[in-house]
């Protein structure tokens, strides 16, 4: 492998990093990365590996060694600090992430988001070791814009709704909403973090996704998840299109979301793992602003897309409505609208996202289809009665 050279010209040093939620959807991109294009070693934490297992077997890999997962849960496991030490860098993305989950599992939520990631944030600051967080879009909640009424012009004007991540407020619901009770855990722990950052020193970089997506995130349900589960929208209406069932559009589809690719997100996060200098006391919102749809404009998109790797033609009402309350349960609400603002992160890092959100779904729904058609016809077929 050539010596790597960073954004200022300067040869990197290939480095140890503790990955914890190394087995997640990103984790598992990230860990891919990291493999086969730099010389680094990764630490890999967590509960679970079956998203990475394709780099951690057979021993005949050519990074073999160089990737060693440590099975853990972060709550409790007096591995972790010993680990954070051997690690020249951190990188925490474990955490409770789907919105099901919010309304449902607030005390999980809280734990998780807040106080599992603390001990991280501790050890890092006291061994002097650089820690990159992985907060969310969730921090910023609603935009200005959705307060003002409908009619109002200045609902057009950039001002009221693009987020910026040292301009922009922070606007949750009432605590009965619960929706909130993951983004208000992320920054609490973002202020923690900042706060190391100002009075001890931390070297510390926060980034916050705008939904990333594409192969491998979450489950789907009755396959390699629980029947019960909702996993986010990707691939909730991955599921659907799977089973030959209508989309549902939680409260009409209205939301507003920018997709990225997972691919394109990853390379954000390389520079910043390689960058120190450029990254370090930043939060970077990593996103798609060219890729903005409603949640039905991606319903629709999905559908087409499906029908065109399949080969299936899609159902003649390929999406129908339901409450937001019917479908997620009380104290659910919802981000209006999301649009990063890449002002820091072009000036730091020089990152812009490629990829449409065609070719993205293309891409996705291809894995999906490949991964998971004959399971899904396998698990419907009835067994005769006898
Ligand atoms: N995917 C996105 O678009 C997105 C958007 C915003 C924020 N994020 C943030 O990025 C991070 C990673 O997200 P993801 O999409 O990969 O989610 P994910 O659920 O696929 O990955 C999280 C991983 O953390 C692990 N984990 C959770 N608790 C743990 C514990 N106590 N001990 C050990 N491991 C534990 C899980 O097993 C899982 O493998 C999260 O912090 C999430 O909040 C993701
Ligand atoms: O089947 C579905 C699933 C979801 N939806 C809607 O689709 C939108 C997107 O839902 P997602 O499940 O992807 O989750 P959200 O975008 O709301 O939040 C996500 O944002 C960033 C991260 O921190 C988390 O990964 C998650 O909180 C929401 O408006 C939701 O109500 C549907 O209309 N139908």
């Not at 602003?289 to 790797?309: D, G, H, I, S």
């Amino acid at each position: 492998m050539t010596t790597r050279i960073d954004l200022d010209g300067r040869p990197i040093k290939p480095m140890t990093i503790c990955m914890i939620g190394a087995g997640g959807f990103i984790g598992s991109h990230l860990c891919e990365k990291l493999m086969a294009e730099t010389p680094h070693k990764v630490l890999a934490l967590d509960v679970y590996s079956d998203k990475i297992k394709h780099l951690l077997e057979p021993d005949s890999l050519p990074w073999v060694g160089r990737i060693v997962f440590h099975r853990l849960n972060i709550k409790h496991d007096s591995r972790l600090e010993g680990l954070i030490k051997m690690a020249d860098l951190s990188i925490n993305l474990a955490a409770i992430c789907t919105p099901a989950d919010y309304n449902t599992r607030p005390l999980d939520t809280i734990y998780s988001n807040f106080i599992d990631a603390l001990p991280v944030v501790k050890y890092c600051s006291d061994n002097n070791k650089r820690l990159i967080h992985f907060s969310t879009c969730e921090v910023y909640g609603k935009t200005i814009g959705s307060f003002l009424p409908k009619d109002s012009p200045l609902r057009k004007d950039p001002a009221y709704y693009v987020l910026k991540e040292d301009t922009s407020p922070c606007i949750f619901g009432s605590i009965q909403k619960q929706r909130w009770s993951y983004a208000c855990a992320k920054q609490l722990i973002e202020r923690l973090i900042y706060a190391e950052g100002a009075e001890n020193g931390l070297d510390f970089t926060i980034v916050r996704p705008f939904n990333w997506i594409g192969p491998r995130m979450d489950f789907i349900p009755g396959i390699d998840g629980p029947i019960e589960g909702v996993p986010r929208v990707l691939a909730c209406f991955g599921n659907n299109l799977l089973r030959r069932e209508p989309l549902k559009l939680v409260d009409g589809g209205e939301s507003q979301r920018t997709f990225v690719y997972i691919k394109d997100a990853i390379e954000a996060v390389l520079l910043m793992i390689e960058n120190p200098d450029r990254a370090n006391g930043h939060i970077f919102n990593v996103g798609n602003p060219n890729n903005e749809v409603t949640v039905r404009q991606l319903a629709e998109m999905m559908t087409k897309v499906y029908a065109k790797v399949s080969g299936e033609p899609s159902l003649e009402s390929p999406t129908i409505d339901v409450s937001s309350k019917e479908f997620y349960g009380e104290g659910y609400d919802d981000s209006d609208k999301r649009i990063p603002d890449m002002t820091i992160i072009n000036r730091q890092l020089g990152w812009n996202p490629k990829t449409s959100l065609w070719d993205l779904l293309e891409s996705t729904l291809t894995y999906q289809h490949r991964t998971y058609a004959e399971a899904i016809k396998k698990s419907m077929v009835k067994p005769i009665a006898s």
